[in-house]
């Protein structure tokens, strides 16, 4: 069984940073690839941004695109997101997933963690 906690979170400024971190346990990272997806308040959980089991490849949401990174330590087991020039609208709670390949698909994903709330303010 694989376990994943999700970290980092919290309030920031609009134009500010986070990096939020995913530790695995259970079983190695190297497995897996792992994906980030959020949920804000009223809204799907939508897609943020994917990484390969080796680390890779990446694929990233439109949405976020050239301000937000995903990377990958298989030595210590654990994923970031490193999140920059943070929005409101970037406000969610953000979860990592654990899967076979990297996708930008929910339902690929057989592991999830209990998220981490992100609140940008103006």
């Known amino acids: 069984q694989v376990q994943l906690v999700e970290s980092g979170g919290g309030l920031v400024q609009a134009g500010g940073s986070l990096r939020l971190s995913c530790a695995v346990s259970g079983r190695t990272s190297s497995r897996y690839a792992m994906g980030w997806f959020r949920q804000a308040p009223g809204k799907e959980r939508e897609f943020v941004a994917t990484i390969s089991r080796s680390g890779d490849d990446t694929y990233y949401a439109d949405s976020v695109r050239g301000r937000f990174t995903v990377s990958k330590d298989n030595a210590k087991n654990t994923v970031y997101l490193q999140m920059n020039r943070l929005k409101r609208e970037d406000t969610a709670v953000y979860f990592c997933?654990?899967?076979?390949?990297?996708?930008?698909?929910?339902?690929?994903?057989?592991?999830w963690g209990q998220g981490t709330q992100v609140t940008v303010s103006s």
């Open positions: 997933a654990a899967g076979a390949v990297h996708t930008t698909l929910r339902a690929r994903y057989d592991y």
